[in-house]
Structure formats: structure tokens, C-alpha cells
């Protein structure tokens, strides 16, 4: 029969607190059995997870709240881009998307399909990043649709961007001359381009002043989820600290 360790001598072999033990037995990385109240681990498993490699992280509140809580964030976002009608989506500090993308128009699913068009997209997010970060609010992607960007802070300090729009804030002939160039570019039928441009949501000018504080509104929404979160990991943390497990 396997030698079955206990959690204490669990965390000594893999030198991490009893929050991360309890982690990996959730992720599948620890095989654990519990007997009474008492979780036991098989010495095998833990010797080849020793000299598998793994990444054994420890878990402080700061370094749970890294991995974004996509699954926490994602309904605000989508109640956003339903109500406003528009596009809206989270980007870390360099472009990467965090959420998937509530309510995309038409006309950007007809790009999202391409695989070049992604690229497209996936370029001009990494863009809205950058020019953010120089201040700007109001941003153009590669295929003329425009967009708002708010930073999303935590501790005073950005951890990424909310960003929505997807819609034409300018003459829409501008854009429209380049759906041949875009129908080319990305191999999309130029006839179903046409259709789905049709049906892009216009703004007007006066507008745009309304439109730059929406996402500043959403991006305040969504980092009062993140205090909760940090403030509820946190307690946990505590709980962990004052319990004793053999």
C-alpha cells in the first residue's frame, strides 16, 4: 500500500502554504483522499509532481489577484454592451483581451471569422493599449470602426483597459470606400462586408462627450469587483493562517 503524507508534510515537501495545496488538489495538479476531516496525499504523486517541473506557486492575496477573474467581470461587460448598444471588451496593460468581446457588430464577426482579420483585430488592440497608455481616449482600429478606452485601476494604479465602441464616429462614406480593400485584404465577400457595414451603429458628433464617459462609469464597475474579490481572498487568507491541519 502507497504512503499516504499528511498536508503539513505536504507543504514542507513542496515548500507552499496550505492555500496552494488546497488549490492544487482543485486543478488536479495533487491527488488527495480525505479521511474524517483529514485530507491524506500519495507519496507518488507528490514525488513526480517534485520532479515534473510544475510551476508551484505560493498564493498570496496579490498573486491570486493576478490571473484576472474573467468568469467575475464578464456579465458587467456584457450588461454594458447591452445597454449601450456597443461593442465592449477588457485588455491588459499590453493588448491582450481578458473578456470575451459583448455585443461585436456584424460587420467585426465577418473580420473575427478571417483568420487574417483577427490578426487585424488582435494588432489594433494591442495599439489601443499603447496609445492609451500615451493618454488617448478616442481610437481608430484598422478598420476605420471607433472606439472609447477607460483605464480599469487597482491600488491606484491601471491593470488594464475598458474599451468599447465598434461603432462609425465618422462619415461613414470614409470608411465605406475602404470595403473593398478590407473585402481583398481579409477574403471576405465583399457583398456580405457591404451588408454587415450597413448595420454598424452610427454616433453623431455630439455624442462623442457622452460616449467618453461610459466606459469610464463601466471601468469603476468593474473595479469594485476586484476590491471584493481582494478583500474576500484576503479573509480567506486569514482563515487559512488560523487553521491548523495536521
Not at 111 to 120: C, E, H, P, T, V
Not at 165 to 194: H, K, N, Y
Not at 196 to 217: G, H, Q, T
Amino acid at each position: 500500500m502507497e504512503e499516504l503524507l499528511t498536508t503539513r508534510q505536504v507543504q514542507e515537501l513542496l515548500k507552499v502554504d496550505r492555500i496552494t495545496i488546497y488549490r492544487m488538489l482543485q486543478d488536479g495538479r495533487l491527488r488527495g483522499v480525505k479521511i474524517g476531516q483529514q485530507w491524506r496525499f500519495p507519496r507518488g504523486n507528490v514525488e513526480k509532481l517534485l520532479s515534473s517541473g510544475v510551476t508551484l506557486e505560493t498564493t498570496t492575496a496579490a498573486e491570486l489577484t493576478a490571473a484576472f477573474p474573467a468568469h467575475c467581470i464578464q456579465p458587467v461587460q456584457d450588461l454594458f454592451a447591452e445597454v449601450s448598444g456597443l461593442s465592449a471588451i477588457i485588455l491588459d496593460l499590453e493588448g491582450v483581451p481578458q473578456t470575451e468581446v459583448s455585443n461585436p457588430c456584424e460587420f467585426c464577426r465577418l473580420l473575427w471569422k478571417s483568420d487574417k482579420g483577427r490578426a487585424a483585430c488582435l494588432e489594433s488592440w494591442r495599439e489601443f493599449a499603447h496609445q492609451a497608455a500615451k493618454g488617448k481616449k478616442l481610437l481608430t482600429c484598422h478598420s476605420g470602426l471607433s472606439y472609447w478606452v477607460h483605464p480599469v485601476m487597482e491600488n491606484s494604479k491601471p491593470i488594464g483597459w475598458f474599451v468599447t465602441g465598434g461603432c462609425l464616429a465618422e462619415s461613414s462614406e470614409t470608411t465605406r470606400q475602404r470595403l473593398f480593400e478590407i473585402s481583398r485584404q481579409f477574403d471576405i465577400p465583399l457583398q456580405a462586408l457591404q451588408d454587415a457595414f450597413d448595420k454598424i451603429p452610427r454616433i453623431e458628433p455630439d455624442m462623442y462627450a457622452r460616449l467618453n464617459s461610459w466606459p469610464a462609469v463601466a471601468a469603476r464597475a468593474v473595479e469594485g469587483i476586484l476590491r471584493e474579490r481582494i478583500s474576500f481572498i484576503q479573509r480567506l487568507q486569514q482563515i487559512a493562517n488560523l487553521t491548523q491541519i495536521s
